[in-house]
Nanobody, 127 residues
């Protein structure tokens, strides 16, 4: 049984930083694309960042590009999202997710392709 547990959310002022972590258990993440998604109140869940299983490609939503950095540590079975220069519009519940297919040849930002999700961690940015 795959479990993903996020941590690191909280309340921060605009311009500040937070680091989210996702610890995976149940199977190694090394063969799977890993991603972060978020859902703001009243909005649909959206892609934030993903890292390929080969760890050679990282993709970001335009809204976070240049401010967020996604890294993976296969040895520790974790992924992290460093969030800098936070804005009020970054306020959301952030979810860690694991691709349902191992060694997918093309990374995907489609939520439907991610089979395992964490419970989410709240990030609130005050303006």
């Amino acid at each position: 049984q795959v479990q993903l547990v996020e941590s690191g959310g909280g309340l921060v002022q605009a311009g500040g930083s937070l680091r989210l972590s996702c610890a995976a258990s149940g199977r190694t993440i090394s063969s799977y694309t890993m991603g972060w998604f978020r859902q703001a109140p009243g909005k649909e869940r959206e892609f934030v960042a993903i890292v390929s299983w080969k760890n050679t490609n990282t993709y970001y939503a335009d809204s976070v590009k240049g401010r967020f950095t996604l890294t993976r540590d296969n040895d520790k079975n974790t992924v992290s999202l460093q969030m800098n220069s936070l804005k009020a519009e970054d306020t959301a519940v952030y979810y860690c997710a694991q691709d349902g297919w191992a060694r997918r040849s093309m990374v995907t930002t489609d939520l439907r392709d991610y089979s395992f999700w964490g419970q989410g961690t709240q990030v609130t940015v005050s303006s």
